[in-house]
């Protein structure tokens, strides 16, 4: 007989949040968040040896890398701690033939994260690996100053904004290397885990408010083929030069909008662009982070899930005959009165009061299968790591944020981020068999059109 695995030390149960994210993966409705930095290096050392050097620092500070969800089948779940990670097993070092082709775009990274973001998680028990992993991506035989980081992970140790800051924890880490020869088997980090968001938020006693949503929705609403299982991602990136994001943001703040409210309005204009015209409404889910406004001691370095939504809902212009027509200042100006008002009341619509009165998530979640779409477009947008203040020999370049598709979010998602080169990067998600592929590719052609036109005021394809 074999012996008994021994028991991981409990560290608190899971929150609301962090229970839906978990029973999401294991009923495989939704898998992984990811954050891909493109480093840039001026040594030649031995990058692996680097990394286990610099990952030993970063999961010694963050003790969301080394937790796992136990007992998943009790009244409460509970996060415990391994008591190692073994890096081994969980960073994947990876040759390609190209990192990047010659418009500047990274069809080979497009294709890794597509693949990772269908994969599910193996929550095994006992678990054995914490819920993250690494991809290194090198050139075969090219460059060695130029490197890629994919940096997976579950949505219940953290959210998109903690993924920056296991990017810059590790940027700091390989320009501050330790002396010694680094193992590749770390001890985890014994500090406490962070209280998690519903420790800071009032929810209230009443039932869902928002069930009606994906039930009851006119016919000329458009939110894609209804909930289904399995889930299989596709993924498409769009990459603005550092010109094109700089003169967007200038652009931006011409019209006194948040980059948020005009690419959520550029892409809602795309979108019915491209729709039937029997379609009249298009329904928007955006994230927002709420860190800013949670108490100590949550602050802009924390690790967790610190995330709420807002809902939009968009009227097809009366006037759609140009595409010019597709998107309007003013549009982007409505949205952005719905961020302000999110801004002044310091929350969203309450995804955690909706998730608190359920007592069944997996029973919840399965009920929806079938059912309609609650929105038609989900944005998040994470925001932009700020230029180093000196030289280094590790640096963070550009960012690309993706997502796995998921089968009760909205049909199409696109993820933004901004890395320190300054180039704006959006993640374009959708689930095979619930949005067309010509479609979305469509959306993507019709946005850059808007861009360029807003930015240059004529077509670029002339």
């Known amino acids: 007989m074999a012996p008994e695995a021994p028991r991981l030390p409990l560290l ?212 894609g083929a209804v909930q289904s299982l399995p889930v299989q991602t596709r993924f498409r990136s769009l990459w603005l030069t550092t010109d094109h994001t700089s003169r967007f943001l200038h652009v931006c703040k011409i019209n006194r909008v948040s980059l948020t409210a005009a690419l959520q309005a550029m892409l809602v204009g795309a979108l019915f662009s491209k729709l039937p015209r029997e379609y009249r409404t298009v329904k928007t889910d955006c994230a927002i982070s709420l860190r800013d406004w949670l108490p100590d001691p949550i602050d802009a370095d924390s690790m967790g899930v610190f995330v709420d939504t807002f809902f939009e809902t968009h009227q097809r212009p009366a006037l759609q005959d140009r595409p010019k027509c597709a998107f309007s200042w003013a549009m982007a100006k409505e949205t952005g009165k719905r961020i302000d008002r999110v801004v002044q009341e310091r929350k969203g619509d309450g995804l955690i009061g909706r998730l608190s009165q359920v007592q069944d998530v997996k029973s919840w979640t399965m009920e929806r299968m079938g059912h309609r779409r609650t929105t038609s477009l989900e944005l998040s947008n994470v925001g932009k790591l700020p230029s180093l203040v000196a030289v280094k020999d590790y640096v963070i370049e550009s960012l690309v944020f993706s997502q796995s598709a998921g089968a009760l979010s909205g049909a199409i998602k696109v993820s933004c981020v901004t890395g320190r080169d300054g180039r704006l990067v959006l993640g374009f998600t959708w689930q095979k068999g619930v949005v067309d592929e010509d479609l979305v590719d469509g959306v993507i052609s019709e946005f850059q059109l808007i861009i360029y036109q807003e930015l240059y005021m004529v077509d670029p394809s002339t």
């Open 12 to 223: 608190r149960p899971l929150g609301v949040l962090e229970k839906f994210m978990v029973a999401r993966s294991q009923l495989g409705v939704y898998q992984k968040v990811a954050v891909t930095a493109r480093y840039k290096r001026a040594s030649r050392g031995d990058l692996k040896k680097a990394l286990c050097a610099a990952l030993t620092v970063v999961i010694s500070r963050y003790p969301n890398l080394s937790i796992v969800p136990v007992n998943l089948d009790s009244p409460e779940p509970s996060f415990a701690r391994l008591p190692s990670v073994d890096l081994d097993q969980i960073v994947r070092f990876v040759e390609v033939d190209e990192l990047a082709d010659g418009d500047h775009r990274f069809p080979a990274l497009d294709r890794i994260l597509e693949s990772e973001h269908s994969q599910p998680w193996k929550l095994t028990t006992p678990p054995t690996l914490p819920l993250w992993r690494l991809h290194v991506l090198q050139q075969h035989g090219g460059n060695a100053s130029t490197f890629i980081l994919c940096y997976f992970f579950h949505h219940s140790i953290g959210d998109t904004k903690s993924a920056l800051v296991f990017h810059q924890a590790l940027e700091a880490a390989l320009n501050s290397p330790v002396e010694g020869e680094p193992v590749s088997k770390v001890e985890t980090s014994r500090l406490p885990l962070l209280p998690p968001l519903d420790y800071f938020v009032d929810t209230p006693a009443t039932g869902c408010s928002n069930e009606s949503q994906s039930q009851e929705q006119p016919d000329k609403v458009w939110t």
